[in-house]
């Protein structure tokens, strides 16, 4: 079946006083129906960018530079603004990063997902608060009638996260990006909202890209996994192959780095700093930090290969390796 | 504390004078437009607290109903100011680019001109009806709250939940006014306030050179142009008391609009 999500060449910049930065570079990444895709990489990595994208939110000075991006067929990028409009929200859901101030501060919470309702499917005043209170209690909100009235200031941080959860899966979006969901979440919250986020996805088979720089939630909770290096896809992988063969220098790295509490491996953080995307050079954007570098690496921008099924790696070393010293 | 004493006496003036401004018919002594022969010229005492002027019209009646017409344009002129400051502040702000320069343009050249100055200008261009003296206020108003209003949109429009409003596919002028306008408005309420007392003031001065409310309407600065020309033959009330009507007023609705500001900006609390 053709994925619900396609993203081909996609390329996000933004123009700035000193120069083009180059946010994401000519990117290819297809979400399939039904899965929950890990997009991982450091901050500044493109992540976020990507999602806006997908809305067609990216605003001035940044711009889509070039690329497409199909949704269960149709090319978002040539939509009238109108129909995009009731894409965003209907079919395209976005739970944000920081809950708190995602929640517009000078109305309820209640309000706001009623609001939905009524935008996208023309439910009336009684029938979109009854929906409300429904999904409000669905993501696990103790007496949601009380807590719809609240503002956003009066509810903890992973209330406020369950809000925007139950607001994004309103009105049953088939593809919800997730940014971040966790971030500021204590460890039993964070786990009970990917718990949450899971079986809601599951439940409406909605797929599911989950934006994080957190590994550990990646091999719990996805399917497949791609990394981002700067605005570059490094590797798309299943998450199983991702951890066990990580094949990019930049993959091995991170998984290098997630601390271990049950084995003896000492944790090592990945090598270098993102590198400006200020009129970023051709080539690997990896090149100053990789281990393996080669000459071409700096000039040339490697393609993706197929290493292995749903294993893509875009990196020169490793293929050098691979066919030097094939497997088997 | 001392300085909340304060301001609570500037409410409390504010709410007395609107309170008095309200219930004029029932408050004021006397018809504060009919004049008495026999009264004329008295200097305060029991009979009339606030003494009379040349035609007998008691002086405390008059600054009575006056508050209505002064507090009643000034109100009108905010108003008119606040509503069309948000359209077009909210809009500069959010759209940016051509909608701004347009916007800004427009608002640069009225603030060009000294605001008494283009009051001025417009009452005695437009003719000194009532209506004209609040749609001159209004105009030399609408700067403040555009400028405002598009700098504090500048901030909100990149806050996440503008983000989150585009990308559930909000119509922008919903997002506009619904969504990030109210976040807006902390900042604007206080202008609004100190602004009120500004306008108070305008009405009074545009009144007292004549282009402003005209006679027999009484109208405090109006009552001081007629007072005025009585100080140096020793009939100070008629001068004194619409004057002080003025002042009390206008230093009300500043101290209260100061007092919101260190309110609403927790890094001034404590520090005044």
Not at chain 1, 299 to 314: C, G, L, M, N, Y
Not at chain 2, 46 to 59: E, F, K, N, S
Not at chain 2, 212 to 221: K, L, M, R, V
Request: with cysteine.
């Amino acid at each position: 079946m053709r994925p619900l999500l396609e993203v081909e060449n996609l390329s996000v910049a933004f123009d700035t006083d000193e120069g083009t930065v180059g946010a994401v570079d000519a990117i290819d990444l297809d979400v399939r129906r039904g899965e929950i895709l890990g997009l991982v990489g450091e901050s500044g990595s493109g992540k976020s960018v990507t999602a806006l994208a997908v809305f067609r939110l990216i605003r001035p000075p940044g711009r889509i530079a070039g690329g497409s991006i199909r949704f269960d067929g149709r090319d978002l990028l040539a939509l009238p603004e109108e129909e995009m409009r009731r894409i965003r929200g209907a079919q395209i859901a976005m739970v944000f990063q920081s809950p708190r101030t995602a929640l517009n501060p000078v109305l309820p919470v209640g309000r706001q997902i009623a609001r939905l309702y009524r935008l996208h499917q023309g439910c009336s005043a009684a029938e979109a608060r009854r929906r409300t209170l429904e999904m409000l209690g669905l993501v696990g909100i103790p007496e949601p009638e009380r807590r719809a009235r609240d503002y956003a200031h009066q509810l903890s941080g992973g209330m406020c996260q369950r809000v925007m959860i139950a607001m994004a899966l309103a009105t049953s979006p088939r593809l919800l990006l997730a940014d971040e969901p966790t971030t500021g979440l204590d460890v039993s919250i964070a786990a009970q909202i990917l718990d949450l986020l899971r079986d809601l996805g599951r439940r409406t088979g909605a797929s599911i890209v989950l934006i994080t720089h957190d590994l550990g939630v990646v091999a719990g909770l996805c399917d497949r996994v791609a990394v981002m290096h700067a605005g570059q896809l490094v590797e798309c992988a299943d998450v199983r192959s991702l951890f066990r063969e990580p094949a990019h220098p930049y993959t091995r790295a991170l998984v290098r780095s997630i601390p271990r509490v049950d084995r003896e491996v000492t944790m090592e953080p990945v090598p270098g700093v993102v590198p400006s995307l200020l009129d970023a050079p051709p080539g690997c954007r990896y090149a100053d930090r990789c281990p393996d570098v080669l000459d071409v690496c700096r000039t040339v921008k490697p393609a993706r290969s197929a290493r292995a099924r749903d294993h893509e790696v875009a990196c020169y070393a490793t293929e050098a390796a691979r066919v030097a010293a094939p497997r088997g | 504390m001392r300085r909340n004493t304060l301001s609570l006496l500037a409410l409390g003036a504010i709410l007395t004078i609107i309170g008095l401004a309200l219930a004029a018919p029932l408050v004021a002594p006397y018809d504060p437009d009919a004049p008495q022969a026999e009264e004329t010229l008295q200097a305060p005492g029991w009979r009339h607290w606030l003494g009379t002027d040349i035609y007998g019209r008691d002086q405390l009646s008059r600054i009575v109903w006056a508050a209505r017409v002064d507090l009643l344009v000034a109100l009108a002129a905010t108003a008119m100011a606040l509503t069309t400051g948000c359209v077009l502040g909210a809009l500069a702000g959010y759209r940016g680019g051509l909608v701004d320069q347009v916007v800004m343009r427009l608002v640069d050249t009225i603030m060009a001109f000294p605001a008494f100055i283009l009051a001025m200008g417009i009452t005695a261009a437009a003719g000194n009806a009532t209506a004209n003296v609040v749609v001159a206020i209004a105009i030399t108003h609408v700067p403040i709250y555009t400028r405002l209003i598009r700098s504090e949109m500048l901030r909100v429009r990149e806050m996440e939940y503008a983000e989150a409003a585009r990308t559930v596919g909000n119509r922008q002028r919903r997002i506009i006014f619904f969504h990030l306008l109210p976040n807006c408005f902390p900042p604007v309420i206080v202008q609004a306030t100190l602004a009120m007392g500004f306008a108070i003031l305008t009405v009074a001065a545009l009144s007292f050179i004549g282009l402003g409310i005209q006679p027999p309407q009484s109208e405090w600065g109006a009552m001081a142009a007629e007072g005025a020309s009585y100080i140096v033959s020793g009939e100070w009330w008629i001068f004194l008391f619409p004057g002080l009507a003025i002042m009390v007023t206008v230093l009300a609705f500043n101290l209260v609009g100061d007092s919101l500001r260190d309110l609403l900006d927790p890094r001034m609390r404590g520090v005044a």
